[in-house]
């Protein structure tokens, strides 16, 4: 479902980053969401909260996804994770009544590579991708994807505004 993307995030950087999949609170926005039909495709519902996000048990002082396999730092849905997973570190986020695609600058792939080529033919890659119609609708019917990320406005970079 919904592929062509290629990751931006290189496997090298990802392992080494104590950002994604971990969180500070059990509850907390950043834990990825699922999109309706995701959450068939998974195909364990057990793991995924009553408003669709995956949940995030304590481990430590933190919370990790449920899907992190903690000693190898790597996915255990990793061909089957959530749309919010294939397209980090790129974030859709409600502005008023528009949703934009935005860069999570604090992501370290993000801050080596803001202003290279690589990071602009990326987002080129990102506005085909969120042009195609199967993406479109994927978004129309999953519109919950888009947050709000409250307390973490000064970390996003918009990039453009997604039509659905």
Not at 32 to 52: F, H, L, N, T, Y
Not at 130 to 153: C, I, S, T
């Amino acid at each position: 479902m919904l592929e062509g993307l290629p990751s931006f995030a290189i496997s090298e950087v990802c392992l080494k980053c104590d950002g994604c999949c971990r969180f500070y609170e059990p509850e907390s926005s950043w834990r990825p969401r699922c999109g309706k039909e995701e959450i068939k495709a998974i195909g364990r519902p057990d793991i995924i909260d009553e408003r669709s996000y995956i949940r995030a048990p304590q481990s430590g002082d933190k919370f990790l996804c449920v899907c992190l396999a903690k000693d190898e730092h790597c996915c255990d849905i990793y061909t089957k994770r959530p749309f919010e997973c294939k397209v980090y570190p790129f974030v859709l986020m409600k502005r008023g009544n528009k949703i934009v695609l935005s860069a999570h600058t604090s992501c370290p792939m993000v801050g080596q590579h803001r202003n290279t080529q690589k990071f602009f033919d990326y987002e080129k890659q990102l506005k085909e991708f969120f042009a195609r119609p199967e993406v479109l609708d994927f978004l129309r019917n999953n519109k919950h994807l888009a947050g709000d990320y409250p307390g973490y406005q000064e970390e996003f970079e918009d990039l453009f505004e997604v039509k659905i």
